[in-house]
């Protein structure tokens, strides 16, 4: 008869962030291990709180699933002498499983026969291998973990208690010092300590205590919370998502309020006062149904309705000093002017082998000017003054108090100091994105001093030998080289990427920046390029053969690049290409035995061979013509396949003419030249199906 099961691992409260994953670690990691071990089950309920993470295993079997197995033993010609009896080798075999040599039959595999026995292996009662659940709680893992006490376990926060339940049978282990029970404890002030005797009324008993153990409840209680404030005050909350799952995963027993402050901080940037809200109290902002920010907040409560007009007071309380002081460092900041903080910089350091921030700021007017350049912008007068202010907020009591606020500051402090709505806009999205997969700059300007600002970054940390490794990237060099990368995909820029990398290392240069060799730091900012390339392409479902064909010699014109990948992707699956991907594989293949692509037109003897070059200088000449359309140019490469096809129907490559041999192989290798600059095809897996 089945039985229902109950873990529950109680902790001191765990960072919000870390409780959804903790909880789906341990039902997978549970499902996984019940399935090993064959005990079955007809589903596992997970749950967590701040202070809690519990799994509920319904209709669980009482004993493992009695198994036949097949046993493979040595081959059969070990496992028989020479006389034609079984040998030590199979008898022991056979005895390690508590079989006899009478058992034993023999199956061929790959083309060998090996020795089998049939083995019963009979279910355990399921009450004796659940003890074995410490491993589960062990094996959980977290961004961030501590030691306590003598304990050498590291969790993200101490173990208290653990309940484990088989009907109402208590599951004995330990972990780190805490033996499992039957006790578990309600809310932190409202519950109590209680006793559980069945699995199947745990979300209950613990409602009972101020607990709610189902995160989506939690969840769908606040929205509840939010949703009637909004209809008796004639408001509007919207809510982040983001917030919403952090408040979520921050109480047990979530009660919603409305608060207060005071009107005059309405004459502070809405971002300051949203992000007070939300980044720092948690709390969720109030607006008209006009869309206006209102002085009034949303903040959750763990706990019930118990003198909440005390909570109230108490939250408007601390919600009020912090804007009192976002307030004074406002107003202080506009008693200056942009050059006051812009000079300020000069005393912050960026790195200590590339200078200080104002050092960092006149490299990035330079890039920045190099690409308008490149991009044949002739009115260049906005981005350059956008460039050279790019940074002065960092050094404003707001962002040092904000910091979260960088560039959005710099706007507003911007326009208030008289600079042009676009350059104000630029200083604000040369940040962008924040994220990997963030917001984009909208204009060419943020675009243009986002891109030289990463660039500098990148190419000035790699450049002196700050190469991310593992998990550590304390610059976010990762982040800016996927944010340039994404910048020019999102323009359509054709600038080929190692043009900007020459451009970010010959500035590092005449700024007297000691890069290392520039050989060895170009070879490395290129790889750290191409495999941020490789991890965009991935993004958009390209597989790894086709990206390794792409990027196999450089990144080029990026956009161009990503075309070509989308278009071999599709080309791979097309029949009616097949002998075309099969003529230029053929001719990479042949062009390798090359030693020399020195073509002498005198030693054609052939009408196929003279055609072959004929239409290979026309194609050459209309590819290096081309605006880079991926589509058109590898039709272009296509043509030659007739050719070639031709050329090899009617020419011995591997002529014992060694002039003629050597020829035909240079016609091959000028030939594959023109086809790696699309891509080098041979690693690709074509899958045509006929």
């Known amino acids: 008869m089945a039985k229902n099961a109950l873990f529950e691992i109680g902790v001191e409260e765990l960072p919000a962030r870390f409780v959804d994953d903790a909880e789906l670690q341990l039902k997978e990691k549970t499902e996984s291990w019940l399935q090993e071990l064959r005990i079955t089950f007809e589903s596992v309920v997970s749950y967590s709180t701040p202070r809690r993470l519990a799994v509920l295993i319904k209709g669980i079997a009482e004993e493992q699933t009695t198994i036949e197995e097949e046993v493979k033993g040595p081959a059969e010609k070990i496992a028989k002498a020479a006389d034609g009896n079984w040998s030590k080798a199979a ?63 590291r969790y993200a926060r101490p173990i208290r208690w653990l309940v484990a339940l088989l009907g109402g049978t208590v599951i004995p282990f330990e972990v780190a010092g805490v033996k499992s029970g039957k006790t578990t404890y309600g809310h932190r002030f409202l519950g109590d300590k209680i006793d559980l005797n069945n699995p199947l009324n745990y979300e209950d008993t613990l409602l009972d205590q101020f607990v709610i153990v189902n995160p989506k409840r939690r969840e769908d209680l606040i929205l509840e919370g939010i949703h009637t404030l909004e209809k008796s005050h004639s408001i509007q909350i919207p809510v982040d998502k983001q917030l919403l799952d952090e408040v979520r995963n921050l109480v047990e027993y979530p009660q919603a309020f409305l608060g207060a402050y005071e009107k005059q901080f309405l004459k502070l940037p809405e971002e300051v006062l949203i992000t007070s809200m939300k980044e720092h109290q948690r709390y969720f902002p109030v607006k008209s149904n006009t869309g206006e920010l209102l002085p009034y907040f949303v903040g959750i409560r763990n706990g019930n309705d118990d003198a909440l007009n005390t909570v109230i007071k108490g939250n408007e309380k601390v919600l009020r000093a912090r804007l009192s002081d976002a307030e004074f460092f406002y107003n202080e900041d506009l008693k200056h002017s942009i050059d006051f903080y812009n000079e300020k910089l000069n005393r912050v350091v960026f790195q200590e082998k590339l200078g200080t921030i104002t050092d960092k700021v006149k490299r990035v007017v330079v890039i920045a000017n190099h690409i308008s350049d490149l991009l044949h912008i002739e009115e260049k007068e906005n981005i350059l003054r956008a460039a050279s202010i790019c940074k002065f907020d960092l050094s404003t009591n707001m962002v040092n108090e904000f910091t979260e606020l960088q560039g959005v500051i710099g706007e507003k402090y911007a326009q208030y100091f008289g600079e042009t709505r676009t350059v104000a806009q630029a200083v604000r999205e040369h940040y962008l994105p924040k994220q990997a997969n963030g917001e984009l700059p909208n204009t060419i300007e943020g675009s243009i001093i986002s891109i030289a600002d990463k660039l500098d970054t990148v190419a000035g940390c790699i450049g002196v030998g700050l190469i991310p490794s593992g998990s550590q990237d304390p610059y976010g060099l990762r ?75 450089e990144i080029g014109v990026y956009t161009y690049a990503l075309a070509k990948a989308h278009n071999l992707s599709n080309k791979r699956l097309d029949a009616s290409f097949k002998a075309i991907q099969e003529a230029l594989v053929r001719v990479l293949n042949l062009a390798q035995k090359a030693n020399s692509n020195h073509i002498d037109t005198n030693l054609f003897d052939t009408e196929s061979e003279k055609a072959l070059y004929k239409e290979f200088c026309s194609i050459e000449q209309s590819y290096q013509q081309s605006e880079r359309d991926a589509e058109r140019d590898l039709l272009l490469l296509g043509q030659l396949a007739e050719p070639i096809h031709n050329f090899f129907d009617h020419n011995m490559v591997m002529d014992d003419n060694e002039r003629i041999r050597n020829n035909r192989l240079a016609l091959l290798a000028s030939i594959a030249s023109l086809i790696q600059k699309y891509a080098d095809l041979t690693k690709v897996e074509w899958k045509q199906s006929f």
Do not use: C
């Open 91 to 153: 008898i022991g075999f056979t005895k390690g499983q508590g079989k006899t040599v009478d058992d034993i039959y023999s199956k061929e595999i790959n083309g060998t026969n090996y020795i089998f026995v049939e083995k019963h292996i009979e279910g355990k009662q399921t009450i004796t291998l659940l003890p074995e659940f410490h491993k589960i709680v062990e094996s959980i893992t977290f961004g961030k973990n501590m030691r306590w006490g003598t304990q050498s376990m």
């Open 479 to 553: 982040r800016q080289a996927t944010g340039i990368l994404r910048i020019i995909e999102a323009n359509k820029w054709n600038i080929p990427m190692e043009t900007l990398i020459n451009l970010a290392l010959e500035v590092m240069e005449q700024s007297h920046i000691q890069i290392l060799d520039k050989d060895k730091a170009f070879s490395n900012l290129h790889d750290f390029l191409t495999n941020r390339a490789a991890y965009l392409f991935k993004e958009e479902s390209i597989e790894q053969d086709i990206i390794q064909a792409i990027l196999h010699k």
